[in-house]
């Protein structure tokens, strides 16, 4: 008997689903566009020019983080973009910490089938959150791994990057007093 060849849909993951994802996450992307980043999505890598966005001698800040349980209620809600909004907070807090600016951001939704609209509300949270952060929404990832995630559930994580100053990364454990 021969086998099967082996292809995206035999093993339940849908191109078309993901092509009309990707179509519904263009344009909110392009609405956090910021002077470094060209938030054109389709590449493999996305580059941001920190001479552009007025850094001379930075370092950058990374961070990443995941929303944890609030995602069950989000889900419980149907509150899809809330968890976005949450999810750039999150990760962007921790660059703060260090005295950074926000400059750009990466999200990857992880699901059992995905469904573009559920996709699409989570991503418009997360451009929500970006506008508000003031980072660029420069890319993702959108991962459907099906028979790893129940029926309508996903998960998410995000990625910040942010730079400093030099002169200004927190915090300033000398300049503490006792």
């Not at 600016?101 to 469904?115: M, V």
């Not at 991503?123 to 028979?147: D, F, I, K, N």
Request: with cysteine; net charge negative; glycine share 12%.
């Amino acid at each position: 008997k021969a086998s099967e060849p082996l292809t995206y849909a035999a093993a339940g993951v849908s191109i078309d689903a993901g092509d009309a994802a990707v179509a519904a996450i263009k344009p909110l992307a392009a609405s956090t566009a910021r002077p470094g980043a060209d938030v054109a999505l389709g590449g493999f890598g996305a580059l941001f020019d920190l001479k552009a966005a007025g850094y001379e001698d930075a370092l950058l800040v990374a961070g990443a983080d995941g929303v944890g349980t609030k995602l069950a209620v989000a889900k419980a809600a149907r509150a899809h973009g809330s968890i976005g909004i949450d999810l750039v907070a999150m990760c962007v807090n921790d660059v703060l910490a260090q005295g950074a600016e926000p400059l750009f951001f990466l999200d990857y939704l992880a699901t059992g089938a995905l469904e573009v609209d559920v996709a699409a509300a989570v991503v418009s949270g997360v451009a929500e959150g970006c506008r508000r952060a003031g980072a660029a929404l420069v890319g993702g990832e959108t991962a459907e791994m099906p028979g790893l995630y129940r029926e309508g559930d996903y998960d998410v994580a995000g990625f910040a990057v942010g730079a400093v100053a030099r002169a200004d990364v927190l915090p300033r454990l000398a300049d503490v007093a006792d």
